[in-house]
């Protein structure tokens, strides 16, 4: 058993997935990308535009 009460909407970085350099968010709403210059090492970290989680797209 893992994470079981972790918000989920929408699709976001994974317990398992550090972001990296080079990965995208996207908002789906406005269409504005976010590149990642400098990971911060979260496990999950959810950035949010338009008062949403923005999509994670890894390289
Ligand atoms: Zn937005
Ligand atoms: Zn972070």
């Known amino acids: 058993m893992k994470n079981e009460k972790s918000k989920d909407k929408k699709k976001s970085v ?10 995208k968010f996207t908002c789906d709403s406005c269409g504005m990308v ?6 911060c090492g979260c496990d999950a970290c959810n950035l949010v535009c338009c008062g949403q989680d923005m999509s994670y797209s890894p390289c």
Request: hydrophobic residues 25%.
């Open 14 to 23: 994974k317990p398992d997935q550090k972001v990296k350099k080079g990965d």
């Open 34 to 39: 976010i590149a990642v210059d400098d990971p």
